[in-house]
Every structure is written in structure tokens, then in C-alpha cells.
């Protein structure tokens, strides 16, 4: 087996990785703004810090990844499997969640202003420290 991908730091601004498998890789603080990432298998990946600001996401395999610190401003996450993802402190403002996979995913200290929740299975997740969400956005998605 190969051992993880460590990118840590690197500027993949506006990079092309569709379906790459960076399965368990380690891309803290890596710069992928305006990224496209769609359909990309990211399980258990490190993303703390990064910046994914307008990254497109959509498909994306995202299990358990961390994602804590991380600014997915504006991000396209249609579709993502975000299942166990670790998002505390994520900016996700306007970050277009329809159709997300985000069941038992904590949402603490994440900013959800403006974030598009549409079908987006929020079965089991704690929005109690969720900041920027309005009751709209609460039910456009499913909680139950």
C-alpha cells in the first residue's frame, strides 16, 4: 500500500484533481482556491487551515475528514459525503451544501451564513453552535 499524499502548505490554486484519491492525505494549509476537486476521494484527509474558498467539491467523498479552521467560503459541495467530518471553526459561508451528506457531522463555531442546505441530510448533526443560521435554512434541509 502507498503510504499518504503530504501536500502540507502547497498552492494548488484553481488545480484540476477531479476523482483524485487523496485518501488520508495530509494538506494542512494547503492553498486550493478555486480548486476543482469534484467527485475526489478525500476520506480521513487533513485540510485543517486550508483554503478551499470557491473549490469545487461536488461529489466528493469527505468521510471523516478534518476540516477545522478551514475557509470553504463559497465552496460547491453538492452532493459531498461529509459523514464524521471534522468542521469546527470552518467558514462556510454561502458554501452550496444541497444534497450534502452531513449526518452526526458538529457544526461547532461553524459560520453557516448564507450556505445553501437544500435536502442536505442533517440527520444527527449538532447545529447548537452553528453561527449564521436561520430557521429557512433549518428547513430547506433534513433534520430527521
Do not use: C, H
Amino acid at each position: 500500500m502507498l503510504a499518504p499524499v503530504v501536500l502540507e502548505l502547497a498552492d494548488l490554486s484553481e488545480a484540476d484533481l477531479s476523482e483524485a484519491s487523496l485518501q488520508g492525505a495530509n494538506l494542512r494549509g494547503v492553498e486550493l482556491r478555486g480548486a476543482i476537486l469534484r467527485g475526489a476521494d478525500l476520506k480521513k484527509a487533513r485540510l485543517q487551515e486550508a483554503n478551499l474558498w470557491g473549490a469545487d467539491l461536488r461529489g466528493a467523498q469527505l468521510q471523516r475528514v478534518d476540516l477545522q479552521g478551514a475557509d470553504l467560503t463559497r465552496a460547491g459541495l453538492q452532493g459531498a459525503d461529509l459523514r464524521g467530518a471534522k468542521l469546527q471553526g470552518a467558514n462556510m459561508v454561502q458554501a452550496d451544501l444541497r444534497e450534502a451528506n452531513l449526518q452526526g457531522v458538529q457544526f461547532k463555531d461553524v459560520d453557516l451564513y448564507k450556505a445553501n442546505l437544500q435536502g442536505a441530510d442533517l440527520r444527527g448533526a449538532d447545529l447548537t453552535d452553528a453561527a449564521g443560521i436561520t430557521r429557512a435554512q433549518r428547513e430547506s434541509a433534513r433534520l430527521e
